[in-house]
């Protein structure tokens, strides 16, 4: 049994992707985000490299952080090639939606792309539905969150349980669609497990998003809004960057590793160029950890750490040998825990100024070794079981 991993070179963006091997053979592949704020000539050599290695076969999982052009840009593409089995990303209501029409509308995208995107996502419980057999949306705290009027989505049959065996969605007795009413979900494969974390907002954040989106609506409903292509441009023009940090915070967490701790072994190389081989630890940096966090771009790490810890539990945090640092690197209170690797993913040509000096900073004087993947580099790793 083994697994290999890989961060894309995708620029200022990300894209991952897993593949589970039983006997040499692929059994299980998985994809977490997929897009880049560098257009698709920057994807495409990505997405050919996936192509070259997995040829037409399904994503048994993909899942989306949020909804961000440079996280989900390149699903299109990848989905009109392989079909998922099962789509898991976070709550994705009417607001979020005319949100990010609004930052699409603002983008540097042609105006093909705008449309093409645009329609997706107005669209977008349609396109998951042609382009996969399963979707699940985590809402998280439920008992908050519907005691209000915030607009939630109807999607499918609602769900409490904490956890999930994948013979669930391979026997085909799963719904189309599932709603979680959950902080914190497991769906194991074999030898396998993916724990999902997501937080809803704040009853006050909640109320300061609606009220600030209320009030660039400009007296119009949300659905009028929608149908409308000059009010679009309208809001969009209205729209101030602190409202992307919602949708930010909104993003899925998600720690995936083997069930159990045994003999294995592990290897890791920038831009797949080599792999050391040991029993127990990696030759190349020394790490014997076998556990990765991929966290999108959460931005309220520091502040909901204790509760991360309570969820995935003690023994996993400790068992982190892969960390994908929040947001590109950009937020200036990172803390680099006691990882193995810490691993950002950025554009040296993007407009954003990624990573932060004071995350470089940190991480230099932790214990932690960093990877930067962009333009140039990528980074793989392997574990043997």
């Known amino acids: 049994m083994e697994a290999f991993m890989k961060f894309h070179s995708v620029g200022q963006g990300l894209f991952y992707e897993g593949t589970l091997l039983q006997d040499k053979l692929p059994c299980f592949r998985f994809v977490y985000d997929c897009g880049t704020q560098q257009g698709k000539p920057m994807l495409l050599p990505a997405l050919n490299d996936y192509n070259i290695r997995n040829d037409d076969a399904p994503i048994d999982l993909l899942v989306l952080s949020h909804f961000h052009l440079d996280h989900f840009n390149g699903i299109p593409e990848l989905l009109a090639r392989h079909r998922a089995k099962l789509i898991v990303f976070p709550e994705f209501n009417d607001l979020d939606r005319l949100v990010l029409i609004a930052q699409i509308l603002k983008s540097h995208l042609s105006s093909q792309l705008k449309t093409e995107y645009i329609d997706i996502v107005l669209n977008l419980e349609a396109f998951f539905e042609e382009h996969s057999d399963h979707q699940m949306m985590i809402v998280g705290e439920p008992e908050e969150r519907l005691a209000d009027d915030f607009p939630m989505p109807e999607f499918g049959e609602t769900y409490r349980t904490d956890e999930f065996d994948w013979e669930f969605f391979a026997s085909g007795k ?9 902080t914190f979900v497991t769906i194991s494969y074999a030898w396998w497990e993916f724990k999902f974390y997501h937080t809803a907002p704040t009853a006050t954040a909640r109320a300061n998003y609606q009220q600030t989106i209320q009030k660039n609506l400009n007296g119009n409903s949300v659905s009028t809004v929608f149908s409308d292509s000059s009010l679009l441009k309208k809001f969009a023009a209205s729209m101030k960057g602190k409202w992307i940090s ?9 720690y995936h590793g083997p069930k159990r701790q045994s003999a294995y072994s592990v290897g890791c190389s920038t831009d797949c160029k080599c792999a050391f081989w040991a029993m127990g630890n990696c030759q190349r940096c020394g790490n014997m950890r076998t556990g990765s966090l991929l966290t ?15 969820t995935f539990s003690q ?52 214990p932690t070794r960093l990877e930067l993947v962009n333009e140039y580099h990528d980074f793989c790793y392997w574990i043997l079981l």
């Open 174 to 182: 799963a719904p189309r669609k599932i709603t979680l009413a959950k």
């Open 246 to 254: 919602k949708e930010n915070n909104n993003s899925l967490l998600l």
């Open 296 to 310: 999108g771009d959460f931005e309220n790490l520091l502040a909901d750490w204790p509760m991360i810890v309570q």
């Open 315 to 366: 023994n996993r945090i400790d068992n982190i040998g892969f960390f994908q640092v929040p947001h590109h690197g950009g937020q200036d209170k990172f803390t680099a825990y006691n990882f193995a690797h810490c691993v950002i993913s950025y554009g040296v040509k993007g407009s954003y100024y990624h990573p932060n000096g004071s995350t470089l900073t940190n991480i230099a004087h932790s």
